[in-house]
């Protein structure tokens, strides 16, 4: 039971769920000052010229790590440090000459030279909920002010592919990954239920029990009938629209062969559901590679679980080796059917932990320096960006903020990361305020 509830929430009661209501909380309370400040942002950022790098990726699949994982004792190791820093874990060498990664990560270190390891993320948001916002926004929080995550960005600035939604989360959505000022029209699609278990099953694949695809026809062919009549009353109208979406994406899904494919697990081979492990994370994440692979443009797959306050070197290596194994299992995955280099693949949580252990054997909320990893979609293999000072405290080189993470997401997908939206009061913000692409990692 514990287990479970670790991945729904962290240590500050932050839940999931909550980020609903955050959303639902409406576009008010923005003050004149805040106000006047974007618009000078938004015209700063419209006269810069943005790269003229077009793009590889047609595809993003977030890893959401909640609850922060630890850099040291993933990707950035300190084994010259203090006992009370370094902790317990050992590096290990990589397939890329000087790359070293953590001793829980051993398939992971054969796949390095198709992994962009950025050691020097900073933030100056040490809590769950103010941390998770800025990562899968750009933005820090704005009192009042629904910023939408980057995968109802990219459903809005980029052409759906396939009768699938643009926008899938598995097995549940991610906390500020919504539609923000964009609608509800624009918030993901859950399948619904754990990928892992034998009986999963996609909610609005099949018409109601009793219900024929033929009266599901006449049913649609009444309703637009209808919504014809009152349209003209509903326009503008950002409940309405959802609604109409919602309708819309069922009928496709149902309508669609190709559409319910995508989400049939069991037409995977024994050996590769293995290889991905048959537990939720790992199920969850083949298929988003079963998803991409259809045509859907933004997955994210949140893997919770990684609050680590206490006892963190017994808890954690089991943690990491279910993590490794799946995604390497990936990587290598999309390599081999040629979607690597159009899929961007980003793993990542909130924040990293402190470099002195606390009391509890645990380490607590740091964000003053911490890890991610990137591969595909154009991103260049085999490196490391960016470093933190000996004790993993501070970036020693190469910060890089979220703002920045955000204009080389949007640049590698070939989305202009200064070109704006507005919201429905007619607040414009930029894509990436103030960011700009990390240098060298897309090629």
Known sequence: MAENRCIHTDCEGFYRRDFLKAGALGLFGLSLTDFFRLKAQAATAEASVSAPYKGTATSVILVWLGGGPSH??????????????????K??????????????????AQQTDKLCIIRSMTSPEAAHERGTHYMMTGYQP?????VPGYGAVISKLKEQRSALPPYISVPAPVAYGGGGFLGASLAPFSPGGNP?????????????????????????SLRQAVDAAFKKYEAGNPAAEAVDNFYTSAYNLMSSTDARAAFD???????????????????SCLLARR???AGVNFVTVSNGGWDNHNNIFSSLPGKLNAFDQTMATLITDLSDRGLLETTLVIAM???????VINRNAGRDHHSRVFSIMLAGGGVQGGQVIGAS???????????????????????????????????????????????????????
């Open 91 to 108: 590096p290990i060498a990589t397939n890329v000459n000087g790359i070293q990664v953590s001793e829980h990560l051993p398939r992971l």
């Open 389 to 443: 000072d000996p004790l993993g405290m501070e970036p020693a080189e190469t910060p890089v903020r979220p703002e920045d993470l955000s204009a080389t997401l949007y640049q590698s997908l070939g989305v202009d990361y200064n070109q704006h939206l507005e919201s429905p009061d007619g607040v414009r913000i930029v894509l990436s305020r103030g960011g700009r692409p990390i240098r060298g990692v897309l090629a």
């Open 349 to 355: 949580g909130e924040f990293g932990r402190t470099p």
């Open 72 to 89: 040291l004792d993933m990707w950035d190791l300190k084994p010259e440090a203090p006992e009370e820093i370094r902790g317990l874990f």
């Open 196 to 220: 892992a278990s034998n009986n999963f099953k996609v909610r609005d694949l099949e018409p109601p029990k009793g219900v024929s695809f033929e009266r599901v026809e006449r049913r649609r």
């Open 291 to 293: 998803l991409v692979e």
């Open 265 to 283: 697990l069991k037409a995977e081979p024994g050996k590769t559901r293995d290889a991905y492990r048959r537990d939720t994370f790992g199920q």
């Open 142 to 146: 704005l009192p009042g002010f629904a």
